[in-house]
């Protein structure tokens, strides 16, 4: 008869975000996994399957709550405009922290590219949300003369979007909180009208 687990899932899977974070999936051995989680490689197995379902589950989750996050800060903003300002702001001040300055998502593009099926996947879809937001909260404040009226919604949309994945690039790089809101203001000024 199987043992009953010992540990909260959702718990020592934040814990391996983490070390994949700081170190991608090629840089984390199955012992730090299993020291970091405090749980034994027996328990990892049986609960994970190996480290490769580990990554692809631990990139899921920290993708959709990455996204959910983001898109949640502007959420109840007085307009679409103050929406993304909310939002680039929420970000700055969330990944100039040493301790999340990482980011699951950026390192998995890195360190995969395209050649990752299931890991292209998983960081597409994440995509698709994060600029299925972006455009429609772009599209509202261009009706609402917020923006300039001659921007290409879709390429307004994919520059925040690239904006905000090299933020997350020199956050890890170590730029500061002021560094940070440098780069979201310019991004806020090319949207002008």
């Known amino acids: 008869m199987a ?7 959702d718990q020592v899977l934040d814990t391996a975000i983490h070390v994949f974070r700081e170190h991608g999936f090629e ?5 730090e996994l299993v020291a970091a989680m405090g749980i034994g490689r027996q328990s990892l197995y049986g609960a994970f399957g ?3 379902s580990l990554y ?3 990139l899921r989750r920290y993708s959709a709550h990455s996204v959910a996050d983001l898109i949640g800060a502007g959420r109840g903003s007085g307009s679409p405009l103050q929406a993304i300002e909310a939002m680039l702001r929420y970000f700055t001040e969330h990944h100039a922290r040493a301790e999340t300055a990482a980011c ?3 390192g998995a593009i890195c360190e995969f590219g395209t050649a990752d099926a299931q890991v292209r996947q998983i960081t597409h879809e994440s995509g698709l949300v994060l600029g299925r937001f972006l455009e429609r909260t772009l599209g509202e404040a261009q ?3 917020e923006i300039d009226a001659a921007l290409d ?10 904006t905000l994945m090299g933020m997350k690039v020199a956050a890890r790089g170590g730029a500061s909180a002021g560094e940070l809101r440098g780069i979201a203001e310019l991004a806020l000024r090319s949207l002008a009208r």
């Open 104 to 106: 699951l998502g950026v």
């Open 143 to 145: 009706a609402l003369g």
């Open 56 to 58: 692809l589950e631990a």
């Open 3 to 9: 043992r009953p687990r010992n540990f909260d899932r």
């Open 27 to 31: 840089g984390t051995s199955t012992e």
């Open 50 to 52: 190996d480290k490769r």
């Open 153 to 162: 919604i879709k390429a307004s949309a994919r520059f925040i979007a690239t």
